[in-house]
């Protein structure tokens, strides 16, 4: 597959939206809140075949992310600028 593909989807009711794009053969998906990317996830070689998937459910990654920890480290970054130097 030479041709990129993407698919974006609005979370009712939020300011959530969820972008997928596959080029080659990578899976890009990116979380935007309020219009500003939270999280992006990429899965390399995603459309490869894979034996026995119906145990990949005991090896799936899961990952958390805290928007909350986001948007501290965020105001800390923030404040550590010096605004006034213009």
Not at 6 to 26: F, I, K, M, Q, Y
Not at 46 to 72: G, K, Q
Request: hydrophobic share 45%; charged share 20%; net charge negative.
């Amino acid at each position: 597959m030479t041709e990129a593909v993407a698919g974006r989807w609005a979370v009712p009711g939020t300011d959530l939206e969820v972008t997928n794009t596959l080029v080659g053969s990578d899976l890009t998906i990116v979380v935007t809140k309020a219009g500003a990317p939270v999280c992006r996830l990429i899965v390399e070689q995603a459309t490869m075949p894979i034996e026995h998937a119906w145990l990949s459910d005991m090896f799936m990654y899961d990952h958390r992310v805290r928007l909350s920890e986001l948007t501290s480290d965020l105001e800390d970054y923030i404040a550590s600028l010096d605004l006034s130097q213009g």
